[in-house]
C-alpha cells in the first residue's frame, strides 16, 4: 500500500498511522507512517517517518484510545480537543484503512486535523456537551458554557435530565410531521392525496381559505390503468401512476395537485385566467390524448368569481365522465371488465 500517495492527497495535515494490537484491549507502539507536506510543515524538523508518536508531541491517554478504536476496532472517529501544548484547538479526524491493508496485528488509519480557536475566541472556558438521543439517533446537542466547575456533577445531571424531555418532545414532534405527510400525501406519486383534498375543501366551505379567484378546476382519470395491471401487475400499474402524476406536474407545476383515489386525478388552479387555464387544458389534453404514454380523460370548470368550489369540482367531473364514455365508444376495447 502506498500510504504516502493516500496523504498526498489531502490538503489538510494528513498522515497514516499504525497501531500495535497486543490484544485484550491492549496495545503497543503508535507510530506515524507516513504524512504529507502539511503535516510535515506543523509538525517541524524533529518529523520523520515511521516515528513513535509521542516523540514528537506529548503522549496522550484519549488520542491513544482513540488511535486504538480507530485502527483496530475499524471505528470512524471525530474529535474537538484543547491542545494545550499548542495554544490552540484540533479538530480531527480518524478514518480507518480496510483490513486487507493490516499486517498481522498491525493496524492502519489516517488522521487529518487542522487548527482552530473557535472556543477559546468565544472565551468558552468550561464545556458539557450532552447529546439529544432517542432510539440511538442524535437529534441534536444541549451544551452549557462557563459554569461554576465546583458545580460539574450537579449541573452535569440537570443537563442530562432536561436534554431526555428536549429528546422526548423534539421526536414527538418529529413524529407528528411525519404522520401529518402521511396522511396528506400519496406516498406512490408524492402528490397531495383524497385527504388534503377533501380538508381544502372543507376549508374553504368553512371560509377559512378562499381559493383566489378567478379559479379552475380539472378532473383527470387515466384511461388504461386496469389493463396495465391486468398484463404487467402492480408494478406496471404503479409506474403508470407515476408517469401521470409526473406528467400532471409538468403541466401544471405551480397549481394544487391531488391524487384523488385509484386513477382520478384532481388539479385546482388559482389566481388563473381563462385564457392561461385553457391553454394548460388544452396542453394536457395534447401530451394525454390516445396512443400516448399516458392516457387521460378531461373534464374542466372554469369560475371566474369564484363563489361554489364544491359545484366547479363536481362539473369538472361529470364533464370528465362524459370524455371517459366518449373514449370508451371510440375505443371499445379498453373498456374496463
Keep these: 500500500m502506498d500510504f504516502q500517495s493516500i496523504v498526498d492527497s489531502y490538503e489538510m495535515a494528513a498522515a497514516v498511522l499504525s497501531v500495535e494490537d497486543k490484544g485484550d484491549g491492549r496495545y503497543g507502539d503508535i507510530r506515524i507512517v507516513r504524512a504529507n507536506s502539511m503535516y510535515r510543515k506543523i509538525m517541524g524538523e524533529g518529523y520523520h517517518d515511521d516515528m513513535i508518536y509521542y516523540e514528537l508531541i506529548p503522549k496522550e491517554a484519549n488520542f491513544e484510545d482513540f488511535c486504538y478504536r480507530c485502527a483496530v476496532h475499524k471505528q470512524h472517529l471525530h474529535a474537538y480537543v484543547d491542545t494545550k501544548a499548542m495554544g490552540v484547538w484540533t479538530d480531527g479526524t480518524y478514518i480507518p484503512l480496510s483490513s486487507s491493508v493490516d499486517q498481522g496485528n498491525i493496524h492502519y488509519f489516517i488522521f487529518f486535523f487542522e487548527f482552530t480557536n473557535g472556543l477559546r475566541g468565544a472565551n468558552v472556558k468550561s464545556l458539557i456537551l450532552v447529546p439529544l438521543l432517542r432510539m440511538d439517533k442524535i437529534l441534536g446537542y444541549l451544551f452549557v458554557t462557563n459554569f461554576n466547575t465546583d458545580r460539574l456533577v450537579e449541573i452535569k445531571e440537570i ?138 380523460a378531461i373534464g374542466s370548470h372554469w369560475d371566474e368569481k369564484g363563489m361554489n368550489l364544491r359545484l366547479a369540482m363536481h362539473l369538472a367531473d361529470e364533464a370528465m365522465y362524459a370524455d371517459k364514455n366518449k373514449f370508451y365508444e371510440n375505443h371499445p376495447d379498453k373498456v374496463r371488465r
Design 159 to 296: 443537563i442530562e435530565l432536561v436534554s431526555f424531555f428536549i429528546s422526548a418532545e423534539v421526536a414527538n414532534n418529529n413524529l407528528m410531521e411525519r404522520l401529518e405527510f402521511m396522511s396528506n400525501v400519496d406516498l406512490l406519486t408524492g402528490l397531495r392525496n383524497r385527504n388534503s383534498m377533501n380538508y381544502r375543501v372543507d376549508l374553504f366551505v368553512s371560509g377559512e381559505r378562499k381559493v383566489s379567484a378567478p379559479f379552475g378546476v380539472i378532473f383527470a382519470d387515466l384511461n388504461g390503468l386496469k389493463q396495465a395491471n391486468d398484463t404487467g401487475g402492480h408494478i406496471a400499474g404503479d409506474a403508470l401512476l407515476k408517469k401521470a402524476a409526473n406528467l400532471l406536474t409538468e403541466v401544471f407545476e405551480s397549481y394544487e395537485i391531488y391524487r384523488a383515489g385509484g386513477d382520478e386525478f384532481v388539479v385546482i388552479a388559482p389566481e388563473c385566467s381563462k385564457e392561461s387555464f385553457e391553454r394548460k387544458v388544452a396542453e394536457i389534453r395534447e401530451k394525454s390524448c390516445y396512443g400516448s404514454e399516458v392516457c387521460f
